[in-house]
């Protein structure tokens, strides 16, 4: 994707996501910020320090290889630089609340009339036809995601982070992707651009798929809660161990039978490993995991492990998401990351796939809100005066004690 020069008008996270998503493939990325305030994620963070800069660790975490362009987008000359960038652009993400953009003097139906190039992708929550507010729990409760992550006791319970706002991130940029693609065999006979509709719903739903396939399609509904196996089978589960927990999944015969060998192999009674097959071929998931808890305590879920990979049955150690990601970490791109007291050298998530082909160029550490003002501004045809003024009028902004260009490396 490089060449490719993408307008960034989001915020929070699922926007930003996408665009991220999009750096990560070559793209260059611009991100518009308002001139008098870091938007959310910037400013939430666990170090206060980089929170201070507006370098919070969620934003961190997606803003690497970002230009930064900070104004009023109320102000004429704003506007115009706006307009500017827009022309000459690939693509436009944005997740205002329908009829902002608009509001704003762009509405994307003119903008893709205007600019037979121009490929603008809006995420809303709940639609283009709904107003409604949407966060990620709010998408979790009316999604049924809630309901299918049920505990044993049946209360439908949120995921603890944000899955929607990243899932429609990614839906969003492989919307923008599929739309380049059709921008490129259309070469010849396009007369006007794209506009992508994505959604948090959408987005949900997508991933929902499993748990409404057998009402939506044959009418039958199959109970299911987060403490059940998807293949419904009782030997799955998630146990305390004698040091950590055990995740295990026994989704064919082939592996509950071998699961049941292993439990032989480490000496457990045989009428118990008899009475625990008899419970699992009823279909019995509180009585089969109350025998699997009682003999799953006698070792660490390590040594459990590696038994029961040998045997071929699909099991691991339940870890933490920072001890999963330190491995993948190290493949992942570095930015030297600006901090008070150090420069720190961090990694940045990558794009999730490998290729035969370099996918993601060198990426520049995430900016300031406004490190890229006075460049991006000159680059839309404003004079040197006109930008001036208007970091003098507050139109405009770039960071405090800034001098460099702001030009990306």
């Not at 170090?47 to 102000?75: C, M, N, T, W, Y």
């Not at 009418?219 to 799955?236: D, Q």
Request: hydrophobic letters at 45%; one cysteine or more.
């Amino acid at each position: 994707m490089t060449g490719l020069r993408v307008i960034d008008w989001t915020h929070v996270l699922a926007g930003p996501f996408a665009g991220y998503q999009l750096g990560l493939l070559g793209a260059e990325v611009i991100r518009i910020e308002r001139a008098d305030g870091d938007d959310m994620i910037r400013v939430k963070g666990a170090d206060p320090e980089l929170a201070a800069l507006g370098l919070g660790e969620a934003f961190v975490a997606q803003g690497a290889g970002k230009r930064s362009l900070a104004i009023d987008a109320r102000d004429p000359r704003a506007v115009q630089a706006l307009a500017a960038l827009i022309a000459g652009a690939d693509v436009l993400l944005e997740n205002f609340r329908p009829g902002k953009l608009a509001a704003l003097g762009f509405d994307p139906q003119q903008l893709i009339e205007r600019h037979p190039r121009l490929v603008v992708c809006s995420i809303t929550g709940f639609g283009p036809a709904s107003n409604r507010r949407a966060y990620d729990h709010v998408m979790q409760a009316a999604s049924g995601l809630m309901v299918a992550n049920a505990g044993s006791d049946g209360m439908p319970q949120r995921i603890g982070f944000p899955l929607i706002d990243y899932a429609v991130g990614q839906q969003a940029a492989l919307a923008v992707m599929s739309a380049l693609y059709r921008r490129a065999s259309q070469a010849e006979s396009r007369v006007r651009g794209e506009w992508l509709q994505v959604s948090m719903m959408g987005a949900a739903l997508t991933l929902l798929t499993p748990t409404y396939a057998a009402p939506l399609i044959s009418g039958i509904e199959v109970p299911r809660s987060a403490s059940t196996a998807f293949s419904g089978n009782p030997l799955s589960g998630t146990f305390a161990t004698a040091e950590g927990q055990l995740a295990i999944v026994c989704n064919s015969v082939e592996q509950s039978k071998a699961l049941l060998a292993a439990l032989h192999e480490t000496g457990a009674e045989g009428a118990l490993v008899q009475e625990l097959h008899g419970a699992a071929e009823r279909r019995d998931v509180q009585h089969t995991h109350k025998l699997l808890a009682a003999m799953l305590i006698s070792r660490t879920a390590a040594d459990w492990e590696e038994l029961l990979l040998r045997h071929g049955v699909p099991a691991t150690s339940v870890i933490g998401p920072a001890q999963a990601a330190a491995e993948a970490a190290r493949h992942w791109p570095h930015v030297e990351l600006e901090h008070p007291k150090a420069t720190k050298r961090v990694p940045v998530p990558g794009i999730g796939f490998t290729s035969s082909e370099v996918l993601t160029p060198s990426l520049r550490a995430p900016v300031r809100r406004g490190a890229d003002t006075r460049v991006l501004l000159a680059q839309a045809g404003l004079d040197e005066s006109v930008i001036e003024a208007m970091l003098a009028d507050g139109a405009a902004s770039e960071p405090r004690g800034h001098s460099g260009p702001g030009i990306a490396t």
